[in-house]
């Protein structure tokens, strides 16, 4: 099992910055991928940014140039630089791992959320 503890959410105005910060019970170095996601009513939740063990990174198109994603092995950290900010990317932002379990699966696990919400 892993712990997410997600903070960093709030009320930001447009062009704003903020960093969300997602620490796990586990040593980060064990979990294949750590990574954000984000939902807003009605509709799926949709990948921002992961980053893998090995510093891979992937972006939503629509986050690039704007978001930063990295790692703290040390920490167990995964942070989510968001800068420039913009009323549609108002979520609820979850933190995301993939750990492979003892059968060699990968095993989602999410964070309880937080609110992120760009509003002049």
């Known amino acids: 099992q892993v712990q997410l503890v997600e903070s960093g959410g709030g009320l930001v105005q447009p062009g704003g910055s903020l960093r969300l910060s997602c620490t796990a019970s586990v040593s980060s170095f064990s979990i294949y991928s750590m990574g954000w996601y984000r939902q807003v009513p009605g509709k799926q939740r949709e990948l921002v940014a992961s980053?893998?063990?090995?510093?891979?990174?992937n972006y939503a198109d629509s986050v690039k140039g704007r978001f930063t994603i990295s790692r703290d092995n040390v920490k167990n950290t995964v942070y989510l630089q968001m800068n420039s900010l913009k009323p549609e990317d108002t979520a609820v932002y979850y933190c995301n791992s993939k750990k492979f379990n003892s059968w060699g699966q990968l095993t989602d696990y999410w964070g309880q959320g937080t609110q992120v919400t760009v509003s002049s």
């Open positions: 980053a893998t063990s090995t510093d891979s990174t």
